[in-house]
């Protein structure tokens, strides 16, 4: 195991713990930008569908569990439970001017034409 990706991985799981305690302990997700975690859920899906297909180790098929469990409890925190507290106006992001390109460009520039090669590059570009 490569100690720099093993503190990369800790760090970026302790970064995402942090902001769904911060949500969950302060009920609310003011100042937190959902289509920014929707596009972290789409990255960390379209990344990790390997798991589908090829296992690695139980520590890479465990971390791609939780970055992706923590990406979608993210993302219902928001939209959901505490929807009350989300400001909608002041994420104003227009997502498709940035998904549609980069699907577009995934598809063409991409290192194998299969599909879960074209989904790994969108989740590169993105």
Same mark, same amino acid.
């Given at each position: 195991?490569?100690?720099?990706?093993? %503190?990369?991985? =800790?760090?970026? $799981?302790?970064?995402? *713990?942090? #902001?769904?305690?911060?949500?969950? /302990?302060?009920?609310?997700?003011?100042?937190?930008?959902?289509?920014?975690?929707?596009?972290?859920?789409?990255?960390?899906? %379209?990344?990790? =569908?390997?798991? $589908?297909?090829?296992? *690695?180790? #139980?520590?890479?098929?465990?971390? /791609?569990?939780?970055?992706?469990?923590?990406?979608?409890?993210?993302?219902?925190?928001?939209?959901?439970?505490?929807?009350? %507290?989300?400001?909608?106006?002041?994420?104003?992001?227009?997502?498709?001017?940035?998904?549609?390109?980069?699907?577009?460009?995934?598809?063409?520039?991409?290192?194998?034409?299969?599909?879960?090669?074209?989904?790994?590059?969108?989740?590169?570009?993105?």
């Amino acid at each position: 195991m490569n100690v720099f990706r093993l %503190t990369g991985d =800790l760090s970026h $799981l302790a970064a995402i *713990i942090i #902001l769904l305690l911060k949500i969950w /302990k302060s009920r609310s997700c003011a100042g937190i930008s959902g289509k920014s975690q929707i596009l972290f859920s789409l990255v960390f899906t %379209t990344r990790y =569908l390997d798991l $589908l297909t090829s296992f *690695i180790s #139980l520590y890479n098929t465990c971390m /791609k569990v939780i970055y992706i469990g923590c990406a979608y409890a993210t993302v219902y925190l928001i939209y959901m439970k505490f929807r009350a %507290t989300y400001d909608g106006n002041h994420d104003s992001f227009r997502v498709e001017f940035l998904i549609v390109p980069v699907g577009g460009l995934s598809v063409l520039i991409n290192h194998d034409f299969s599909p879960l090669e074209i989904l790994w590059t969108f989740s590169i570009y993105l």
